[in-house]
């Protein structure tokens, strides 16, 4: 059995191309950012170990006090503005990959968090949210019985 038919195909062969030609070189992050309210996106990796999430974020460039990191139970938000350093005196840019601008990004932990003792350090360009997994723990309790 066939999922398309093959003018579906070719139709999404041709919305790819026109895409490329309207976009041209930019970067996929880019063009994001073009289509977003919401500024760019940093690069942004989720691992998991045997107690924790641990996020790593590339945002070089920043200030630790230009960042804020919010965590609610199973969601993680890393908000900030990264200034522009060179703006002094250009007169025409060449190349531009470097995204600058305030930026606002929210990622979804596969379960809930001890927001409680989360932690986070900014080292070499990098910021690492350590995020320790909730406690499985159960509970027996016992039933009373009322007359």
Not at 60 to 87: H, Y
């Amino acid at each position: 059995m066939k999922w398309f038919d093959d003018e579906i195909d070719k139709e999404f062969e041709r919305m790819r191309r026109r895409m490329e030609q309207t976009f041209g070189a930019l970067r996929r992050q880019t063009a994001a950012t073009l289509l977003s309210d919401s500024g760019w996106r940093p690069q942004m990796d989720l691992y998991e170990t045997d107690g924790d999430y641990v996020v790593l974020v590339a945002l070089a460039g920043m200030k630790p006090e230009e960042l804020e990191v919010v965590v609610d139970r199973d969601t993680l938000r890393i908000s900030g503005n990264r200034c522009r350093p060179l703006s002094q005196g250009i007169i025409k840019v060449h190349q531009m990959e470097i995204d600058f601008g305030p930026f606002s990004q929210t990622i979804r932990l596969p379960e809930a968090v001890d927001s409680n003792r989360a932690s986070s350090t900014y080292r070499d360009g990098f910021l690492t949210v350590r995020l320790p997994k909730q406690s499985k723990v159960t509970a027996t309790i016992s039933v009373t019985v009322e007359e």
